[in-house]
Nanobody, 112 residues
Framework: QVQLVESGGGSVQAGESLTLSCAAS????????MQWHRQAPGMERKLIAGLINDGSTMYSDLVKGRFTISKDAAKNVWYLQMNNLQPNDTAIYYC??????WGQGTQVTVSS
């Protein structure tokens, strides 16, 4: 099994940027796909970005063009670079290995 720990959340103003990190440990050799999800207050958790080991990426229309998912294979850390943040990006952000593990989440708050 894989253990995931997110970091990098915080409070920013609209238009600013943040980079979230997801550090993986345990059976990292089993990770084929890493996903980022977010859950806004009172809303369902939603998939917003994914990275497959072959380099393929996917993005929700909500974040396409503003967010970038990447990884540092040497450090077993995945990143979510978030640019031009808006108040409706306010949510708890989670990294996830499908059918395996979730991180504990990191709060992102964007004020106008």
């Amino acid at each position: 099994q894989v253990q995931l720990v997110e970091s990098g959340g915080g409070s920013v103003q609209a238009g600013e940027s943040l980079t979230l990190s997801c550090a993986a440990s345990g059976r990292v050799d089993l990770i084929q796909i890493m996903q980022w999800h977010r859950q806004a207050p009172g809303m369902e958790r939603k998939l917003i970005a994914g990275l497959i080991n072959d380099g393929s990426t996917m993005y929700s229309d909500l974040v396409k063009g503003r967010f970038t998912i990447s990884k540092d294979a040497a450090k077993n850390v995945w990143y979510l670079q978030m640019n031009n943040l808006q108040p409706n990006d306010t949510a708890i952000y989670y990294c996830n290995v499908p059918y395996d593990s979730w991180g504990q989440g990191t709060q992102v708050t964007v004020s106008s």
